[in-house]
């Protein structure tokens, strides 16, 4: 196959290595439909190599000091801001966010993250204290296995690896078989910058099998996964029988609360925004915007003109603001998510099915209108640029309808009274709202309730998901 990326080696005790299978993955890229990689297809028996070799390196690193390792992990992010052009090209190919996006997005954020953990693991006091007669101290947990997705592939793989690299663990990651191009790119840094043999080790493959076996693997003292909720309650349940730690970060269908005396046109442009940011393909997107009922049309004309801005088209052209899906699946799914809207009875302001582009996972901006809490596009994560608009009595009914949901990992709220605001967001059983369009912030806790998860990443938060805290008696 001309031009197709050889990526068919696992990375394992520092040496790219044959897998132990003979099975391979094909990378499509999702603008052109072409295959433009191939990946191993690993094993268990990869996987147990990988633990072998994880939890050889531990000793040695949890043994340095934080400011030892925090050097390390510098240098990967000295690499990285050098390359961070080249970087946001492959993802973009790798998994189709428009490459003027993807820069700040997908290598901008994760540079940033590893960045501070770095200086993390330099500053933290591991020894937090004391209680009485105790001495706190913090640990780290030891062997992590990650398994991580493909609509943040970078990021998620850093918010996981990096925060327990700091920390003293040694790391065994699949990353996502749909977008792997930019994780192997990272472990090549990685190597160059000289991280330990074992400290990171990578095995690509599918969840069933690779997957099952990092959560199942008695070495691994605990698995960081980061995917649908379905998939990550069968981690849960792989990983108890060997009672290690889980940490979940799983679906979401957040409420943008806009309340009645917010300003209308703000509102609604940051949460057209919100919702369709990387082709909607984003955990925390907000979905379901909630507004007073008697402004539902006005509302709906709004958030019509603002989506109609999102071109749709090749990631690499510099006017793009939505790039294609992840893949056919994805394709299919969001497509039949609008048909559902259509036959529940949801009004389609704007219809993203028919894009005009022949080729690759194209979905245009979609915009349904008096969407009730019962529909399915109310109710489930579609993942794709599909924003349901869902009008409310009174502020009570508005904070009912956000929390009507099985998920609860982000929300927002509007209103020109601040106070009133944070009120609300009090209200919101979520793990993160957003105030007024407040801005994104790498430091803070991410995480949610209910069935968004357990667990928190980012910060100081996320390094500590990664810490055992032991008492030590005097």
């Known amino acids: 196959m001309n031009n197709v990326l050889d990526r068919t080696k696992i990375y394992i005790g520092g040496k790219w290595v044959d897998s132990d299978g003979t099975g391979r993955i094909d990378v499509i890229a999702p603008a052109t439909e072409d295959v433009i990689a191939v990946v191993a297809e690993g094993t268990a028996q990869d996987v147990d190599r990988a633990v072998r070799a994880a939890r050889a390196a531990f ?16 240098k990967v992010a ?15 190919r790798d998994m189709g966010m428009p490459v003027s996006l993807a820069k700040p997005v997908q290598i901008g954020m994760p540079l940033k993250n590893i960045t501070r953990y770095a200086e993390l693991a330099a500053t933290y006091d591991f020894d937090a204290g004391e209680v009485g007669n105790a001495l706190i101290v913090r640990e780290p947990i030891g062997v992590v296995g990650a398994i991580t997705p493909w609509n943040y592939p970078l990021h998620q793989v850093v918010l996981k690896v990096f925060a327990a690299l700091a920390g003293g663990c040694t790391v065994v990651l699949k990353p996502t078989e749909v977008a792997p191009l930019i994780t192997y790119a990272l472990v090549d840094l990685c190597h160059e910058a000289g991280l330990p043999p074992g400290v990171f080790n990578l095995v690509s493959g599918y969840g069933p099998v690779v997957g099952e076996a990092i959560a ?5 003292d605990m698995v960081s996964f980061t995917g649908s909720t379905r998939a990550g309650k069968r981690v849960a349940v792989v990983a108890a029988e060997t009672v290690k730690k889980v940490a979940l970060e799983l679906g979401g269908k957040s409420a943008n609360v806009i309340l009645d005396d917010a300003d209308l046109t703000r509102a609604v442009t940051d949460g057209v925004a919100q919702c369709f940011l ?9 979905t379901r915007m909630l507004v007073p009922a008697e402004r539902m049309n006005e509302v709906a004309a709004l958030a019509e003109q603002v989506a109609r801005a999102y071109t749709v088209g090749d990631p690499t052209a510099a006017g793009t603001r939505l790039g294609p899906l992840v893949n056919a699946n994805q394709f299919k799914r969001v497509r039949s998510y609008i048909d559902k809207g259509i036959e529940e009875g949801a009004e389609l302001v704007l219809d993203g099915r028919e894009t005009g582009l022949g080729t690759g996972y194209f979905v245009g901006p979609t915009v349904f209108a008096n969407v009730t809490e019962d529909m399915t596009i109310a109710r489930e994560e579609i993942f794709g640029p599909v924003l349901s608009i869902i009008g409310y009595r009174d502020e009570d009914d508005a904070v009912r309808i956000a929390n009507d949901s099985v998920y609860g990992l982000s929300g927002g709220v509007w209103s020109a009274d601040r106070a009133r605001a944070e009120r609300v967001a009090r209200q919101m059983r979520t793990g993160q709202v957003y105030i007024n369009g407040g801005a994104f912030n790498t430091d803070a806790p991410f995480g949610g309730y209910k069935h968004s998860g357990v667990g928190r990443e980012a910060g100081v938060f996320g390094l500590e998901e990664f810490l055992e805290v032991k008492a030590l008696l005097r």
């Open 59 to 74: 000793p040695a690193w949890s043994a340095l000091s934080g400011a030892e390792r925090g050097a390390h992990l510098g």
């Open 78 to 92: 000295a690499l990285m801001a050098e390359r961070i052009d080249e970087l946001a090209e492959l993802v973009s």
């Open 216 to 220: 199942a693997h008695p070495d691994v």
């Open 278 to 286: 990387n082709s909607g393909q984003t955990c925390s997107a907000l």
